[in-house]
């Protein structure tokens, strides 16, 4: 098992920064993947950026140049740096590991592990 916990989220005004911090622990030697994700009210949730274990990153179109995904190995930790935030980035931010192998949940294999979000609010 793999347990996330995000923090680092709050209200800030429009161009201003935040950093997400997500500390990961458990069995990850089937983890391949490390990521953030949000979800908007009323939206689907939506990929932010993630990091692969090479360091090979990838980002949303919406936030390219402004948000920077880090992770630190020593301290099993994921960051994301936002910065330049604009109202329409207002979502809860949701820490992603992605495991090579899957576990049974529900009768089905699930390959993610999330954690319980952290609140966003870029105010205009």
């Known amino acids: 098992q793999v347990r996330l916990v995000e923090s680092g989220g709050g209200l800030v005004q429009t161009g201003g920064s935040l950093r997400l911090s997500c500390s990961v622990s458990?069995?990850?030697?089937?983890?391949?993947?490390l990521g953030w994700y949000r979800q908007a009210p009323g939206k689907q949730r939506e990929l932010v950026a993630t990091r692969t274990e090479g360091g090979s990153t990838k980002y949303a179109d919406s936030v390219k140049g402004r948000f920077t995904i880090s992770r630190d190995n020593a301290k099993n930790t994921v960051a994301l740096q936002m910065n330049s935030l604009k109202p329409e980035d207002t979502a809860v931010y949701y820490c992603?590991?992605?495991?090579?192998?899957?576990?049974?949940?529900?009768?089905?294999?699930?390959?993610?592990?999330w954690g319980q979000g952290t609140q966003v609010t870029v105010s205009s």
């Open positions: 992603n590991a992605h495991s090579a192998v899957p576990r049974i949940v529900e009768g089905r294999y699930e390959y993610n592990y």
């Open positions: 458990g069995s990850m030697f089937s983890i391949n993947l």
